[in-house]
């Protein structure tokens, strides 16, 4: 693990925005159960992060902002807003999951549109563009890997993806 005292000061160690994030899974098993609790959260909430605070994240995470901030320190930040800095530079992603109600919201507001058919097919492309830009990184491979090597894998589906999960049997 990389800690602060390691790093020139003003020296950011994560030049590419994605570095945070391998960082934080590679050190995941080092780590406090509170800077798990901080990791974990910035992890799924990748795209949420330019609009919290050490405070906000903290409540999340049940933990204190002097302690997000103690984190970030430790991954090389000075601290959120040098975080947020650095997640400018990243590549924007055209495609997010949608949950039910986002379908339903963007599906009212289509009806409107005279081109609806094009616009869909654009959002189906930039998806499946999406999962094949997933499938090219390093965190793919490696889960690939370890399905592939595994004594079992347990497969579960409820409700809508019960169908899709016992396919798998």
Do not use: C
């Not at 991954?75 to 339903?104: E, F």
């Not at 919201?105 to 081109?115: L, N, R, V």
Request: proline residues 4%; aromatic residues 8%.
């Amino acid at each position: 693990m990389v800690y602060e005292s390691q790093i020139s000061p003003g020296v950011r160690m994560n030049d590419n925005s994605d570095e945070l994030f391998r960082t934080i899974e590679a050190t995941f098993s080092q780590l406090t159960p509170s800077e798990k609790r901080i990791g974990s959260w910035l992890l799924s909430h990748r795209q949420h992060i330019p609009f919290e605070t050490a405070d906000s994240i903290a409540q999340a995470t049940g933990t204190s902002g002097i302690t997000v901030g103690r984190y970030l320190r430790k991954l090389g930040y000075r601290n959120l807003d040098d975080v947020k800095n650095s997640l400018k530079d990243r590549a924007p992603v055209p495609y997010r999951h949608w949950g039910v109600i986002d379908r339903l919201d963007s599906w009212a507001q289509q009806q409107a549109q005279p081109d609806r058919a094009s616009l869909s097919l654009q959002m189906e492309l930039d998806a499946i563009r999406y999962v094949y830009q997933l499938a090219q990184e390093e965190t793919f491979a490696r889960i690939s890997e370890r399905i592939a090597r595994a004594d079992a894998v347990i497969v579960i589906g409820i409700q809508s993806t019960r169908g899709l999960a016992n396919a798998f049997f």
